[in-house]
């Protein structure tokens, strides 16, 4: 496995991402909650882009007629087709069998690695 770094951590702030290019592959960098997450910028539906999507929440299971928003800045929303990921571990929301390829981050003084 190697690390590449591809940016200095205070540049990516809370609920913001980047987009980089590592060995070929577009990769997302998130901050979630203080934490840094990356994903495979491709959909597994169709193939969009998928961080050029909204960072959003989610409605949250509730009563009849009732819709209550939740888990804010924590997904990803596919911008072709709305489909919606876990930023954290690139689960689908809809699917437990559907999912996005995650990288593991690495932060080393200051700079923000990727692990392939």
């Not at 934490?35 to 961080?51: I, K």
């Not at 999507?53 to 087709?81: F, K, M, N, Q």
């Not at 930023?87 to 593991?104: M, P």
């Amino acid at each position: 496995m190697s690390v590449f770094y591809v940016a200095e951590a205070a540049d990516i702030g809370e609920g913001q991402r980047i987009i980089v290019n590592v060995e070929g592959r577009s990769i997302g960098v998130y901050r979630v909650q203080g934490e840094l997450y990356a994903l495979h910028n491709r959909c597994p539906h169709e193939g969009a882009q998928l961080c050029k999507g909204r960072i959003c929440g989610t409605t949250l299971p509730s009563a009849v007629y009732e819709y209550e928003y939740g888990r804010s800045g924590e997904l990803v929303r596919c911008p072709w087709h709305g489909w919606e990921f876990e930023i954290k571990s690139g689960k689908s929301v809809f699917s437990d069998k559907v999912r996005t390829r995650t990288y593991k981050v690495q932060v080393d003084d200051g700079k923000v690695g990727i692990v392939l």
